[in-house]
């Protein structure tokens, strides 16, 4: 109630919420606009403000912000600083990402100071702030091919595709997901098609190993589409082929971060890979 900033979304700043001492504060507004109050304390004073028509005749749209609150304001303004709360023994101060509300990652720009109930403070490191290698010829991420003379490491702010919409309204980045297709001249061993595609997981996903279930249960199903024009299709993770056939695969969650593939051959011996997609497993601890 006396956090500025966690008001600033519906209120904005510097209006009649806000005074220059530590101040919590309500708003409130009755329906069809009737009356309307503010509340408010420091450590040495309360106030109340209640704004409306004796006969109970609704006034024009005027809310707890715009008629209660500059009174209430002017009160404390002569009343003056109440000091600073005190701060409650069962709580302590951690800072945190805004963006995931979680610990400060390597990655993250800023950090803040939010106060919790001791044993509440989030466990986890941000993960939303990336540090991606990117192919600057394409715009995509960095291939095994990719010469290092060509890669240039960019921050993204990555959330789940479900966000991507939003993001792209707020005039955020995406984050690639696609590897580049340029392969170096000379090296076709292993070339990029579209013909094979995976379709789960998706990159990007993170996956969470249950502390109770048994390892041998904790699996992702692999799910993916080949042309019919390849032949030996296979999964591959890190770099490791997977025994399990194409149609039926399944990989052991391994806590990491780790990449998986397709791949496939055609009808004249060529290489063939999927673009790559990157998944994070954190342990059940």
Known sequence: MSDYEAREPAFGRGGPLELPFPCAVKTGTSK??????????????????????FDGSPMQWISGVTGAAPIFKAVFQL????GAFEEHPRTVKAQICPASGLQPGAACPG????VF????????????????????RTGLLAGNDTPE???????????????????????????P?????????????????????IQY????????????????????????NADRSLTDVSWW???????????????????????IELRAHGHHGESYRSRPVTIHVRDSG
């Open 111 to 114: 950090a803040r100071t939010e």
């Open 32 to 53: 069809d606009y009737r009356d309307n109050w503010t509340v408010g304390y420091t450590p040495r004073h309360t106030v109340a403000v209640w704004v409306g028509n």
């Open 79 to 82: 009343l003056g600083s109440g």
């Open 117 to 136: 109930l001791a044993g509440t403070v989030p466990p986890d490191t941000c993960n939303v702030h990336q540090i991606l290698r990117i192919d600057r």
């Open 201 to 224: 997981p998706t990159s990007g996903a993170t996956f969470q190993i249950d502390p109770v279930l048994r390892p041998e249960y904790q699996h992702v199903r692999l799910v993916g």
């Open 237 to 259: 993770v890190d770099d490791q082929l997977l025994s399990t056939s194409f149609d039926k695969a399944t990989w052991m969650l391994t806590p990491g971060t780790h990449r």
């Open 149 to 175: 003379s060509e890669v240039v490491s960019e921050l993204f702010t990555v959330y789940s595709p479900e966000y991507h919409p939003w993001m792209q309204e707020q005039g955020m980045r995406l984050p």
């Open 177 to 197: 997901v696609a590897y580049t297709t340029l392969v170096a001249a000379g090296n076709d061993s292993l070339r990029y098609t579209d013909r094979l595609i």
